[in-house]
């Protein structure tokens, strides 16, 4: 499920993003299976050791060996994830179905990194959605709200505020 600048490309407003996040909804143990497909794709990992860091990160930085562009693969099976790859969305780009995740989830993901340039594609998600589920969305902020200790259902209320 693409997350990320490429999935704000799709809901908000446009902007420059240098690479993909994909989301991938399996555990660090299917490592393996990751990287034999990595290398038919041509995706170079980057990390030196790439299994050490994959372990402590549940991340997987890679470049297209022939145009540079850049992929990070997310590690991540917790409940969420596997809702919100239920919820994705599948979005045709060039023959191929490629799964997006849901507007309320990159809000979700957008407001848990917390950085200004998040908070201005959450603005610019809401001034182009509606129809959003209110309840989803305040729920799940409301969950993430201990783990990152902030208050992301006031941070939401806040940036809501200020698009209207």
């Known amino acids: 499920m693409i997350i990320g600048g490429q999935a704000v490309l799709v809901y908000g407003e446009p902007r420059l993003t240098r690479d ?4 991938l909804g399996v555990d660090v143990d299917k490592l393996p299976l990751i990287t034999a497909i990595l ?10 050791d790439l299994y050490v860091f994959a372990r402590e990160t549940h991340v997987l930085p890679t470049e297209h060996k022939e145009t540079g562009v850049r992929a990070d693969f997310i590690f991540s099976f ?11 969305q599948p979005i045709p ?4 179905r490629v799964f997006y995740a849901s507007a ?22 809401l001034a182009r959605q509606s129809g959003l589920d ?7 902020l ?23």
């Open 78 to 88: 917790s409940h969420y994830e596997q809702n919100a790859i239920a919820r994705s």
């Open 134 to 140: 209110q309840k989803y969305l305040l729920d799940n």
């Open 20 to 23: 993909i996040d994909v989301i």
């Open 104 to 125: 309320e989830d990159v809000i979700i993901h957008e407001m848990v990194a917390g950085r200004p340039r998040d908070h201005e594609d959450v603005k610019g998600i």
């Open 93 to 96: 780009i060039e023959g191929v």
């Open 39 to 48: 290398d038919k794709l041509k995706l170079l990992p980057l990390p030196k």
């Open 142 to 164: 409301q969950s993430f709200a201990d783990v990152v200790g902030r208050d992301l259902v006031k941070q939401y209320r806040d940036l809501s505020q200020e698009i209207r």
